[in-house]
T-cell receptor
Framework: GAGVSQSPSNKVTEKGKDVELRCDPISGHTALYWYRQRLGQGLEFLIYFQGNSAPDKSGLPSDRFSAERTGESVSTLTIQRTQQEDSAVYLC?????????FGQGTRLTVV | KQEVTQIPAALSVPEGENLVLNCSFTDSAIYNLQWFRQDPGKGLTSLLLIQSSQREQTSGRLNASLDKSSGRSTLYIAASQPGDSATYLCAVSPVYNQGGKLIFGQGTELSVKP
């Protein structure tokens, strides 16, 4: 596609439920990252995929968070047993050596 | 551990002024540096990418410079307009990842008054 696409754009969920966020990177981009941005805060790195290499999961805040990517295509970020502190905008980006391009994000609200 | 700092945190200028935003990083072993713009409630828009071998990049009224040895980058905005109001973020990629994980500064919130 023309850009990085994320879905849904907004998600409201009840505390304790699981959520799945989706990211469609730019076609041909081997690198893909997930970041989190809490209200009024900076970007917090979550996870990075590069081709078929083992992902860099060093930013995942707890074992409730996981992410998958099939080859060089779609990635999903799953948050299990959501907590109110998980409320944030989740941003995805892809890269092919010429700079990172971000999607519009998924705004997650846990009530 | 790489740390990225942006100064000032906020800046308010009258329309038409030229301005400079600053970004500093602690580890000079970077692959590239990228400047982004973020409008409220939106994602990030890439403005300029400077590879580690480059000194500057220009796009329209924007000019970004890179001094790797001193760990500094500046974003120069000429003839500022109210539409330039946004948060500006710089991010570096560590050399070992070759364009991978981006490490962001906290951003400079720019307000251009008509």
């Amino acid at each position: 596609g023309a850009g990085v696409s994320q879905s849904p754009s907004n998600k409201v969920t009840e505390k304790g439920k699981d959520v799945e966020l989706r990211c469609d990177p730019i076609s041909g981009h081997t690198a893909l990252y997930w970041y989190r941005q809490r209200l009024g805060q900076g970007l917090e790195f979550l996870i990075y995929f590069q081709g078929n290499s083992a992902p860099d999961k060093s930013g995942l805040p707890s074992d409730r968070f996981s992410a998958e990517r099939t080859g060089e295509s779609v990635s999903t970020l799953t948050i299990q047993r959501t907590q109110q502190e998980d409320s944030a905008v989740y941003l995805c980006a892809s890269n092919q050596g010429l700079g990172a391009f971000f999607g519009q994000g998924t705004r997650l609200t846990v009530v | 551990k790489q740390e990225v700092t942006q100064i000032p945190a906020a800046l308010s200028v009258p329309e038409g002024e030229n301005l400079v935003l600053n970004c500093s990083f602690t580890d000079s072993a970077i692959y590239n540096l990228q400047w982004f713009r973020q409008d409220p409630g939106k994602g990030l828009t890439s403005l300029l990418l400077i590879q580690s071998s480059q000194r500057e990049q220009t796009s329209g009224r924007l000019n970004a410079s890179l001094d790797k040895s001193s760990g500094r980058s500046t974003l120069y905005i000429a003839a500022s307009q109210p539409g330039d109001s946004a948060t500006y973020l710089c991010a570096v990629s560590p050399v070992y990842n070759q364009g991978g994980k981006l490490i962001f500064g906290q951003g400079t919130e720019l307000s251009v008054k008509p």
